[in-house]
């Protein structure tokens, strides 16, 4: 091989939560997988990497021949390190025409709209933010010829780097659309958007398929990609101290947002920051509903929850877009395929047969009336010697109820004298998820969570109603005056009916426990064609 087509190694290391600071691409009309938009500066850029060079092979691997989507995994796998091999744009076309096909096989072909390979061409959503220079293009008409276009568009400049192109014809600003306007009426748009603005640009193949198919064209049609800030889509297990975060409510931002993030909680260990905004609980959206509703759709959770949340800056651009970060959930589990989280269901015979009861306890002078029960080398606790007449009684408990949380904190996996403490310290009033046996048994074999969704509440004065519980379960996610419950030994021991649970009355308020509410940063659709490195 001649030296001048000899492939550069570049080696790229990153830290956790940095990028490269590159983009990787196939365009219309070029070969390759392209880097484009090498960052000043970054990583990429302090390894030689140029825009322009085609990656050959990544980590060893021959991707000249792979699909795009699959060179973008091999990279994204690598993790915070990976070694390319790239050839200039002149030695990579000179081996191209010598049509070397065993060392460099031709790419499959795809096609390629609005610089996306895919089967239906979307129109494009391009986020800008000047620069000293300006935004780096011009506005033109043509003669006899309908809209606004792109022209003048500055390599490497803002607007190349956003993902315009030369001919691109001008469909809105910020939302809205300018197919109407004047050059002049789009000019003044654009100066009075201030330092950042969004277009929404269709390509002339893409322009034609929506002419020939009579579509009017609207950002909910756009691919997102080239949107440089996005949406993350988390999942979180809860931990022993739920989620790890408190749900917020502002006044004067509407929204529903994450705050007050336990240190090394499954919240922080997913990514999630204080002040993200909630879009969707395991895919559906909750900008629509009430504080209390969207604490009630991540109870019926269980122990897992995907969450789709978003920072302030992204929804600040996905607003001035005019699109729902939902359009965000949909493409990335449409593109993966992946199934969404939701809530575990039962047939109809299961909501009569198979249901847990939730009881509301208040104390008298004789105590709630029950003894709790534990076993050595059988987890759980269940409920024994329930007198008659006793609030326990009256509350629907009856002998062999297991005892799945009280006041809203599980206590399946605690140890006995924790649960005896929790209960304790509660005072005078109390609130017990109890399973029969049976019940208790056909859930946990059906892998699905018991928890109050599973509930059909009898409107009696001594269990609680579907009111009182959400406004019980809102304080339990947002309010502060929250207890922990301890951390959970095993239990080791037998432990024979015990008086533990009816301590002697106290003119103490009730401790309130909280459970607190709780996603890693999900990264764009692995079938992306532009994807930040």
């Known amino acids: 091989m001649d030296s001048s087509c000899k492939p550069r190694t570049i080696n790229l290391n990153k830290g ?14 070029v070969q390759g997988h392209l880097i484009r938009n090498v960052e000043p500066g970054t990583i990429a850029d ?9 990656v050959v092979k990544v980590n060893g691997t021959c991707v000249d021949s792979k699909d795009h989507s699959k060179v973008v995994e091999l990279i994204q796998e690598s993790g915070t390190s990976v070694t390319l091999q790239v050839l200039d744009e002149i030695a990579y076309l000179k081996i191209k025409d010598q049509d070397n096909e065993s060392q460099m096989p031709q790419p499959k072909p795809a096609q390629i709209m609005n610089g996306m390979a895919g089967t239906t061409p979307k129109p494009k959503l391009c986020y800008m933010v000047k620069d000293k220079s300006g935004y780096g293009f011009s506005l033109k008409t043509i003669k006899n010829v309908s809209g606004i276009f792109m022209t003048d568009v500055k390599a490497s400049g803002v607007a190349d780097k956003a993902g315009v192109k030369n001919n691109d014809r001008l469909i809105e600003i910020n939302s809205e659309n300018v197919e ?27 322009d034609k398929y929506y002419k020939n198919a009579g579509m009017k064209i609207t950002s909910e049609m756009a691919n997102l990609k080239l949107l440089p800030h996005k949406p ?3 999942e979180l297990a809860k931990g022993e101290d739920g989620y790890g975060y408190y749900l917020k409510e502002e006044k004067a931002r509407p929204g529903h947002f994450i705050n007050e993030i336990d240190k090394g909680g499954p919240a922080d260990r997913a990514g999630l920051e204080n002040m993200d905004r909630i879009v969707c609980v395991n895919g559906d959206p909750v900008d629509s509903m009430s504080h209390e ?32 970060p939902m359009l965000c959930w949909e493409e990335e589990n449409h593109s993966n395929n992946k199934p969404l989280c939701t809530t575990p269901t039962t047939a109809p015979e299961d909501k009569v047969k198979h249901k847990p009861k939730l009881c509301k306890l208040e104390k008298t002078t004789s105590g ?21 007449g006793s609030p326990a009684e009256q509350s629907g408990l009856v002998d062999d109820d297991i005892l799945v949380e009280v006041n809203g904190v599980n206590v399946e996996k605690k140890s006995h004298e924790e649960v005896v403490e929790m209960i304790r310290s509660a005072g005078s009033k109390i609130e017990m998820l109890v399973a029969e046996k049976t019940v208790y048994n056909y859930f946990t074999e059906k892998n699905i969570p018991i928890t109050t969704a599973l509930i059909e509440l009898p409107k009696t004065e001594t269990c609680s109603s579907s009111a009182a519980w959400k406004e019980v379960h809102t304080e339990i ?13 095993t239990v080791t021991e037998k432990k024979e009916a015990e008086p533990g649970p009816d301590p002697a009355p106290t003119n ?4 309130e426990t909280r459970e607190r509410a709780g996603s890693s940063s999900s990264s764009s659709s692995s079938e992306a064609e532009d994807e930040r490195l």
């Open 16 to 29: 956790d939560g940095q990028s490269y600071g590159f983009f990787l691409r196939i365009e219309e009309g």
């Open 46 to 54: 302090k390894a030689g990497l140029k825009d322009g060079d085609r």
């Open 180 to 206: 109407k306007c004047t050059h002049e009426q789009a000019v003044a748009k654009i100066k009075q958007a201030g330092n950042s603005v969004v277009f929404l640009l269709v390509d002339e193949d893409t």
């Open 232 to 234: 993350r889509t988390v």
């Open 293 to 324: 509703q969207v604490v009630e759709r991540i109870r019926e959770c269980g122990n897992k929850t995907f969450l789709m949340v978003i920072d302030e800056i992204t929804d600040k651009i996905y607003k001035m877009a005019g699109v729902s």
């Open 368 to 388: 709630f009336g029950f003894h709790l029960n534990a076993i050595r080398g059988t987890p759980g606790h269940f409920l024994k010697e329930v007198v008659m």
């Open 477 to 489: 996610i947002t309010e502060k005056k929250a207890e922990k419950a301890a951390s959970v030994p």
């Open 508 to 511: 103490s308020s009730p401790a």
